[in-house]
């Protein structure tokens, strides 16, 4: 079946740091991959998404690339602020309309 | 706001009891889906509806819990009999396609 596992939290950072978090990926077809961020008291929100291969998703200086070969989905920021702490959830659809999600991993920027 | 919208917002019910929570997805959105979320995990699927009709319910959805969306519109989660196990985050989502769901803030629910 499909799956998704995520890199597990939670991650601290500093003002100005370089975030990664890893997202690997199992399915059986050619799933579109997505993250999406949870900001605390509020509901998911699409951060971006890639649908096929090479593809690269970004906005709000977030970016992931989609790599078959390696089955992976990494979101990465070149500079996070404080407005970045929230949970993020890499999923991937396989199909029509079923998303799978990561566990989520908690990310907590200081000033 | 034209976002999707979910009711009530927290539910604190006895074990045993019934509950039922609303969804009003985007309007226009043909597709409408369930999810459920426990502390520290990632949603997870429940159920589909394309227009009124539900395509595809978990095998997370028990007997216990049945879902509809009447007119292609809102639609309600009911849980009957209600277990500690039971307690968590409902989600809602929607879309008009196959690629993108938007999801309202979500139903807590507390079973005693």
């Known amino acids: 079946g499909n799956s998704v596992t995520q890199m597990e939290g939670p991650v601290t950072l500093s003002e100005e740091a370089f975030l990664t978090i890893n997202c690997t990926y199992t399915?059986?077809?050619?799933?579109?991959l997505f993250w999406y961020v949870q900001y605390p008291g509020e509901g998911l929100q699409l951060l971006l998404k890639?649908?096929?291969?090479?593809d690269k998703g970004s906005n709000k200086g977030f970016e992931a690339t989609y790599r078959k070969e390696t089955t992976s989905f990494h979101l990465e920021k070149g500079s996070v602020q404080v407005s970045d702490s929230a949970v993020y959830f890499c999923?991937?659809?396989?199909?029509?309309?079923?998303?799978?999600f990561g566990a989520g991993t908690t990310v907590t920027v200081r000033a | 706001d034209t976002g999707v919208s979910q009711n009530p917002r927290h539910k604190i019910t006895k074990r045993g009891q019934n509950v039922t929570f609303r969804c009003d997805p985007i309007?226009?959105?043909?597709?409408l889906y369930w999810y459920r979320q426990t502390l520290g995990q990632g949603p997870e699927f429940l159920t589909y509806?394309?227009?009124?009709?539900?395509?595809?319910k978990s095998r997370l959805l028990s007997d216990r819990f049945s879902a509809e969306r009447p007119k292609g519109s809102f639609s309600t989660l009911e849980i009957q009999r209600t277990e500690q196990g039971d307690s968590a985050m409902y989600l809602c989502?929607?879309?008009?396609?196959?690629?993108?769901?938007?999801f309202g803030p979500g139903t807590r629910l507390t079973v005693l």
């Open positions: 309007s226009e959105h043909n597709r």
């Open positions: 989502a929607s879309s008009s396609t196959s690629v993108e769901q938007f």
């Open positions: 399915a059986t077809g050619y799933p579109s």
């Open positions: 999923a991937l659809k396989d199909g029509d309309y079923k998303l799978s």
């Open positions: 509806f394309q227009n009124e009709a539900q395509l595809e």
């Open positions: 890639a649908t096929k291969a090479d």
